[in-house]
């Protein structure tokens, strides 16, 4: 699956075949279990998303809410999108610390986070990168980056 239709994140869950329903549920729960308050899970550009609301943060170029993380079942692996790592070079290099001392291969793009397993991830280090970034902070540094475009 490359992009649900689904309305809601347990419908996008329940047409997920069982084990990439396990494996998604898993990264989701580690999210949620560090998301700082103010974060709202909705479905977003056809996956999971941690978002701002609009109601919160209305000032956004596509009108859409400002999406923090994402969670995907892609057709060929998994995708956790960390848009707090794209904006900020220290939790980056937080990030790519955190994967070299686990041992694991780092498969990134710009915010994109490529795997195939949950044991392919260090879920706390990235748990504690997600803690570490309130909306406040996320929004600032949104904030920043547009007006450096």
Known sequence: MARSAAATVDEYLAELPEERRRIVSAVRDAVLRHLPDGYREMMTYGMIGYCIPLER???TYNG???TFAAIAAQKNYYALYLTCVDQDPERERLLREAFEVAGKKLDMGKSCIRFRSTSDLPLD???RIIAATPPDAFIERHEEARAGR
Do not use: E, K, R, S
Request: aromatic share 12%.
């Open 64 to 66: 859409q809410p400002l």
């Open 57 to 59: 943060y209305p000032d």
């Open 125 to 127: 280090a990235i748990g």
